[in-house]
């Protein structure tokens, strides 16, 4: 499944973002993160790239060493887990650590709890009131105490109906660029061995568009959907069409656009 990115013209404008993902539960195959798929398409609409994403153990010397490289390297950073009240909990300690400050219990946060549970606001539970000295609140509108963020850092719950009721304070606070558009041009009964020619000659000749092959395998047969993503809604259909002649002189007869839908 090559990806014919040329990253060595990046333009000027152009916003990144990594997502971390916290937990043992991911890496031991307990828990299916669904988390990445739905940053990466927010994003993809406000214009901000996902460019890196990394899955780490609740170790603090890890998650304090991952945040520490990819918030030098990038314009932000989501992390995602490991904020709730129990002793394996350590998203707020790693960050803290990672700026270099200590924890506090939000006044706002311990408000909202005291609110929740009265006198049954226990120790665990005032745990997820800890918010980084210098943070600021990420509104939480499903249920539960808010994220927060620091720097150019956003640490939202693991919950995936949570983390994205949290995304939708993160969106207006990114400096946004060019939403990337994407086309499919779908290969039928062409293997990936008669597409990569044509393919890359066109991804050479647009070094600033990602063009990326998807093979598939069914009853109906088997291709490749080629997918082609920019920033110029203009300049994409043209792609296309360089696109489909250059599989055509290549005696690839089966080729043309589709409209593919996200996957659920």
Same mark, same amino acid.
């Given at each position: 499944m090559p990806d014919l990115r040329h990253t060595s013209d990046q333009?000027? =404008?152009?916003?990144?973002?990594?997502?971390? %993902? %916290?937990? =043992?539960?991911i890496l031991s195959g307990r828990t299916q993160d669904t988390n990445l798929r739905d940053i990466a398409r927010y994003l993809g609409v406000i214009g901000v790239d996902l460019a890196e994403a990394?899955?780490?153990p609740d170790v603090l010397d890890e998650i304090v060493a991952a945040l520490n490289a990819l918030r030098e390297r990038y314009d932000y950073v989501i992390t995602t887990g490991g904020i709730g009240p129990t002793?394996?909990? %350590?998203?707020a300690d790693a960050v803290a650590a990672a700026f270099?400050?200590?924890?506090?219990?939000?006044p706002e946060i311990l408000d909202m709890m005291t609110a929740r549970w009265g006198a049954e606001l226990n120790a665990a539970r005032r745990r997820m009131a800890r918010v980084p000295v210098g943070g600021d609140l990420v509104k939480n509108p499903v249920q539960g105490p808010p994220g927060f963020t620091i720097g150019n850092v956003f640490t939202l719950a693991g919950v995936p109906q949570v983390m994205r009721g949290m995304l939708q304070d993160v969106g207006p606070r990114m400096r946004g660029g060019r939403p990337t558009v994407s086309r499919t041009v779908r290969v039928v009964g062409s293997g990936e061995g008669a597409i990569a020619e044509p393919l890359e000659a066109v991804a050479k000749a647009h070094p600033d568009m990602s063009l990326g092959s998807y093979p598939f395998y069914g009853p109906d047969g088997y291709g490749s959907n080629l997918v082609l993503r920019g920033r110029d809604p203009e300049q994409l259909p043209v792609v296309v069409a360089e696109l489909l002649a250059a599989l055509a002189a290549a005696g690839i007869a089966d080729a043309r656009e589709v409209e593919i839908a996200p996957q659920a």
């Open positions: 333009p000027d =404008d152009r916003v990144t973002c990594a997502v971390l %993902i %916290i937990g =043992d539960e990394r899955t780490v002793h394996d909990d %350590i998203t270099g400050v200590e924890l506090f219990e939000h």
